[in-house]
Nanobody, 123 residues
Framework: VQLQASGGGLVQAGGSLKLSCAAS????????MGWFRQAPGKEREFVAA????????VYADSVKDRFTVSRDNAKNTVFLQMNSLKPEDTAVYYCAARNGVILKSSSSDYRYWGLGTLVTVSS
């Protein structure tokens, strides 16, 4: 499956952005979708994931209550709504997909990756 993330940009602290990730595969609803991010000089880290049905989600503690992951299976798209952004949220954000229904937070559990989209939060 091919993934294409979009929606990144420059935003002031406290602002919001909504990222989208479009998938090419018509079996999109068979995949757990995850969001990861990588800040300059840091390891890639987990942000959020959502089950194929959208019935369950999981978040990193650092983004809980600020970010919301959702999906539209009819449009083969997953979203990441980011509110109350902080400068430490600055990173390249990646979407990823894994077969199955179990939510995972390790990047090694995701087989398919899209190119990232840059989010910059200014103070």
């Amino acid at each position: 499956v091919q993934l294409q993330a979009s929606g990144g940009g420059l935003v002031q602290a406290g602002g919001s952005l909504k990222l989208s990730c479009a998938a090419s595969d018509r079996t999109f609803n068979n995949y757990v979708m995850g969001w990861f991010r990588q800040a300059p000089g840091k390891e890639r880290e987990f942000v959020a994931a959502i089950k194929p049905s959208g019935s369950s989600t999981v978040y990193a503690d650092s983004v809980k209550d600020r970010f919301t992951v959702s999906r539209d299976n009819a449009k083969n798209t997953v979203f990441l709504q980011m509110n109350s952004l902080k400068p430490e949220d600055t990173a390249v954000y990646y979407c990823a997909a894994r077969n199955g229904v179990i939510l995972k937070s390790s990047s090694s559990d995701y087989r398919y990756w899209g190119l990232g989209t840059l989010v910059t939060v200014s103070s």
